[in-house]
């Protein structure tokens, strides 16, 4: 019972950055601060080194991810997070971050199996990830 609290907490705390960085990136038109918030809330989600993590490679990412002990319950979350990093990074005009991002949020959505969809950071996609952890709390 505690460890799903604590996972149910921790997939809270991730949901709230996208929707913060979402609010942020489209009310304030503020990219690049929605794009550091999210990988910052990242590290603080996987209990890692966040500048760390994120400066790997895409596979090396996923696999950390795999042996670190992060639960592969959260890992979708993270896989989107990284996707929509990814966009942030993009809009702000750091292209290489912005394909960096993208590709570790699709490492780790393949290692976990988890299928995010043609666009996993549309505006739709992300409120339906939204809506479902809401009926799951």
């Known amino acids: 019972m505690f460890e799903q609290d604590y996972l149910m907490r921790i997939i809270a705390q991730l949901l709230g950055a996208i929707r913060r960085s979402m609010e942020r990136a489209a009310g304030e038109e503020?990219?690049?601060?929605a794009a550091?918030?999210?990988d910052m809330a990242l590290g603080d989600a996987t209990d890692l080194d966040g500048e760390a993590l994120l400066s790997l490679a895409p596979e090396s990412l996923a696999?950390?991810?795999q042996v670190s002990g992060v639960d592969p319950?959260?890992?979708e979350y993270i896989a989107r997070s990284l996707m929509l990093s990814g966009r942030y990074h993009g809009e702000a005009g750091r292209a290489d971050m912005a394909e960096l991002r993208r590709?570790?949020?699709r490492a780790v959505a393949a290692a976990f199996g988890?299928?995010?969809g043609s666009d996993p950071v549309s505006d739709e996609a992300l409120e339906a990830l939204m809506t479902a952890s809401d009926g799951e709390a």
Do not use: F, I, Y
């Open 63 to 65: 696999s950390v991810l």
């Open 30 to 33: 503020d990219p690049d601060g």
């Open 36 to 38: 550091r918030a999210l």
């Open 114 to 116: 988890h299928e995010l």
């Open 73 to 75: 319950h959260l890992t």
């Open 103 to 105: 590709a570790q949020g």
